[in-house]
């Protein structure tokens, strides 16, 4: 029966605490702590985006660019809930002429 090693580090599971299985790839806990750490300390993706209001860089999944202004999901989704609460309802045709 061949050896299980990590895909990050190359340790085997003889050698670590934990090892996680998924499909075609296996991951050590300390290759996974690793990756909780990087995730954690809020590294932007090397393609991200700076969105113009909160000035986060974000993924470019999650931003939109109108014009020359890029706008992230999070600050998009505030400005509709504020045009929602301020804009009166449309009002309908009415045939009272």
Known sequence: MPTVHC???GRS???VSHMIAGPNVYLCDRCVAQAAWQLAAGRPAPDALRCRFCHQ???TADVTTV??????????GTMTSILAETTPPSRTATSDR
């Open 7 to 9: 895909n990050c580090c």
């Open 13 to 15: 599971k003889v050698d």
């Open 57 to 59: 860089l974000r993924a």
């Open 67 to 76: 014009g020359r202004v890029t706008v992230c999901v999070d600050c998009l």
